[in-house]
């Protein structure tokens, strides 16, 4: 039986803190590991947008800017760039011939759920026996959500800036005795 675990939280409470460190753990485990991140990209100290980086090559593309950018897909401040999103998701559907033991995703959320190729891949590896551990939008609203969070298999943990070390070794937990670590 496979793990699924969703990480859900306010905005900034360390969702994607969390998930590095998980990623991290998992990665000297020396497990095949896949999936994204979305790294934020400052300048200073301030927020100019995210990229979204695989776990596997180490390629990073653009997600998200502020700007005079031209995109089809704008989330308050943030230009989003669906088509360099959707270079990750074609590395991960290429994945089927590979051994894949835990999926990451940082995150499923408004800005990549504008990629009906992502919520494509979303259904799909929800319903397989491959490992997931995702970050999602607390107050996300999109039937996505609904779908993924109707799996028998998930655990939905919340994180906040002071749970995050519990939460941390509550999922370690929960992998080990689900025997994936």
Excluded: W
Aim: proline share 3%.
């Amino acid at each position: 039986m496979s793990v699924k675990i969703l990480i859900t939280g306010p905005p900034r409470c360390g969702k994607s803190t969390l998930i590095s460190k998980l990623i991290n753990f998992c990665s000297q485990k020396e497990h095949n590991i896949y999936g994204f991140i979305t790294p934020e990209v400052k300048n200073d100290d301030r927020r100019l947008g995210f990229d979204v980086q695989e776990l596997d090559t180490k390629k990073r593309y653009k997600l998200a800017r502020v700007g005079s950018y031209t995109t089809q897909f704008k989330l308050g401040k943030y230009h989003v760039f669906i088509e360099e999103f959707e270079k990750i998701i074609s590395h991960l559907d290429s994945l089927d011939f590979k051994p894949v033991d835990i999926i990451f995703l940082d995150e499923i959320g408004k800005m990549e759920l504008y990629s009906e190729k992502f919520q494509n891949f979303i259904r799909r590896i929800f319903q397989t026996n491959i490992n997931i551990i995702a970050t999602i939008g607390q107050k996300l609203h999109h039937p996505l959500k609904k779908f993924v969070l109707s799996n028998p298999n998930i655990k939905l943990f919340t994180v906040t800036r002071e749970n995050q070390e519990f939460v941390y070794q509550n999922i370690i937990t929960a992998l080990k005795q689900a025997n994936k670590i």
